[in-house]
């Protein structure tokens, strides 16, 4: 008889980055119902569901009440930076893991987080690296006025000035909000090589629409010229976007092959993610953090995405690096590097070998 065992879902069901948020929780129910079909494996993995619905300050409150009114000690959930900061303290109170199914801005390690998306050395820059020789190295930084946004402009202006180019703007956007036309105006009278876009949901859509405008009125500004580059970007907003997303890139682990086994890389590691889990508590189903680092130390892991390692001290995932580019509602495969370990802290980061010259020091 299997032995059943309660695991958090937190994900909203509502909001402006609802298609993330829906992508992620389906690959985790998919991944329960699998395991729970699955007669070989002695666990069954029981969901206890709740909707912050993209209001921050209630994921720390519901993954509380998750602990408290279950004997769950393991959530999947949150897609922002924002919210799983907030639910941090509520883990390390209750001795809990957070599964994390989505890319963030990197320098942070927590025993009781498992990072199972990129980090800025698996996405922000092979993809620079990529656009730089190519567009060339002036880019404009556009973010949603949060964690992701603020922290990845931070490191893409170190970036920049490591491959000899400029900042030529720098400009955020509350989350949800829709007006870009200030944008759109000060990336036409400064003319960059790209545009890095760490907006989220619907002020994405809306920029990527307003640019596409742009493009139809000066050809400088189509995707050939000077592309919109993406670290968040996924299939499952491609419906979203429409025609305004074609020929732009993004960079993720995983992008979905015809036929897909997985409709995103949100799906697929959040999937990934519950598969992990299962495999270690189907071998000690009262494991916690200290038993999970030993198990990521011990092995590597069979998921559907392929063998997949964990460092056991960052507790970041080794993923494939995978430039894609937008054509007809897919992504196009324009580079990958299979089995990138994880750098969150850019320890091993080098611009020689990025960008192919040294760091430049100023001296005053």
């Excluded at 390690?109 to 980090?119: D, G, I, L, R, T």
């Excluded at 922000?124 to 964690?147: D, E, K, T």
């Excluded at 931070?154 to 007006?179: M, N, P, S, W």
Aim: with cysteine; charged share 20%; proline share 6%.
């Amino acid at each position: 008889m299997k032995r059943r065992i309660e695991i958090g879902i937190l994900y909203s069901r509502s909001g402006s980055y609802q298609l993330v948020s829906d992508a992620c929780r389906m690959g985790a129910m998919r991944a329960i119902a699998d395991i729970n079909a699955d007669r070989s494996s002695g666990i069954e993995l029981v969901p206890v569901e709740r909707d912050p619905q993209s209001n921050a300050d209630r994921y720390a409150t519901l993954c509380e009440d998750i602990f408290r009114t279950s004997n769950a000690r393991h959530v999947v959930g949150c897609v922002t930076s924002w919210s799983r900061k907030e639910t941090i303290p509520v883990l390390e109170k209750a001795g809990g893991m957070l599964w994390y199914a989505c890319p963030y801005e990197g320098f942070e390690a927590n025993e009781h987080v498992v990072y199972m998306h990129a980090c800025p050395n698996q996405h922000l820059v092979p993809l620079m690296a990529h656009v730089v020789p190519r567009f060339g190295a002036n880019g404009f930084l556009l973010g949603s006025n949060y964690i992701w946004g603020w922290e990845m402009n931070r490191v893409a202006r170190d970036l920049i000035a490591d491959a000899g180019g400029k900042v030529l703007g720098e400009r955020y956007l509350r989350i949800g909000e829709t007006d870009v036309s200030r944008l759109i105006a000060e990336i036409r009278a400064t003319r960059p090589n790209f545009i890095l876009n760490n907006l989220i949901g619907t002020s994405s859509y809306a920029f990527l629409a307003a640019y596409r405008d742009l493009a139809a009125e000066d050809v400088a500004f189509s995707p050939e010229a000077c592309p919109v580059i993406s670290c968040n970007l996924t299939e499952g907003e491609l419906p979203a976007i429409g025609e305004s997303g074609k020929g732009h890139l993004s960079v993720g682990p995983y992008f979905a092959p015809r036929p897909a086994a997985f409709a995103s890389s949100f799906e697929a590691s959040a999937y990934a993610s519950v598969q992990v889990m299962a495999d270690v508590l189907s071998r000690d189903p009262d494991a916690g953090p200290a038993e999970f680092s030993k198990a990521f130390a011990a092995r590597r892991f069979s998921t559907r995405l392929g063998p997949v390692a964990i460092d056991a001290h960052s507790q970041h995932a080794t993923l494939p690096v995978i430039i894609g580019r937008i054509a007809n509602g897919f992504f196009e495969v324009v580079s990958r590097e299979d089995e990138v370990a994880p750098d969150p802290y850019l320890s091993r980061y080098d611009p020689a070998k990025t960008f192919g010259r040294p760091r430049l020091r100023v001296v005053s």
